[in-house]
């Protein structure tokens, strides 16, 4: 794999990390309509990576929904180096095939970041949509995806993000808090936010495409604000 004199892949690798409904899939839906590469993913409703997705879940034994839960579910199910070894392939694919700049979303990634960082070296870089634990956790249960579970689930995947994220230079994190995002009085201040972090230059209509996903998502039914 083809490295820069910073040690780091020459692919800019965004990472979405948040618990199970906490606003990734709505985040990741932005990154979407402002133009970023997603592609293949498995569907457009929660925008998770088709060739990613399958394997965290294989990876971190993601409990079957609403099939109960067993305490092996979400424990490491493939040894970390098979997994730094599928990541690094993947981004030698994605290089190869001339990608410069790529974003991957699923809620397990949390469980794999620092995968990431090992395969990916100073070229991942990290979104976090932060939604309290509390309210995420509340969210999860109107699912019934793991009835009984959820607490379990979400604060296990909490005390990984919150210090992964605390520990990441400042130029390598944006946190993007999941009610910011879906106030209207603050959407397109967080759009553009999340632009400049990205180093992307979106026209009116993408800022506004991206605007309408989310108005749509979360049912805003005031008026559009002017981009600006």
Known sequence: MTKSKDNSTEIDLIAILGLYNSGSSAL?????????DMEPLENY?????????????EWWCEPTPRMGLS?????????????????????G????AGVKQVAIKHPLLLLSADDLLEACGTGARFIWSYRPLNESID?????AWWPGGERFIQTALWNKVKPFVERLGENRKL???????????KTFDRLNQIS??????PTEKQ???????????VRIEKPAPRAG
Not at 45 to 57: I, K, M, N, V
Not at 175 to 185: G, K, V, W
Not at 196 to 201: T, V
Request: glycine letters at 4%.
């Open 45 to 57: 409703r929660s925008y998770e990576s088709a060739e990613l997705s399958p394997r965290l879940r």
């Open 93 to 96: 694919s994605k290089m190869g």
């Open 71 to 91: 305490w092996s579910e979400l424990k490491e199910g493939v040894c970390k180096e098979d997994r730094i070894y599928f990541l690094k392939q993947w981004i």
């Open 196 to 201: 400049e972090y990205l180093r992307i230059s």
């Open 175 to 185: 946190i993007i808090a999941y009610n910011d995002m879906t106030d209207e009085t």
């Open 207 to 217: 800022k506004m495409d991206a605007f309408n996903y989310i108005r749509k998502s």
């Open 28 to 36: 990741s839906g932005v990154l979407y309509y402002l133009g970023v």
């Open 139 to 143: 969210k999860l249960t109107e699912r």
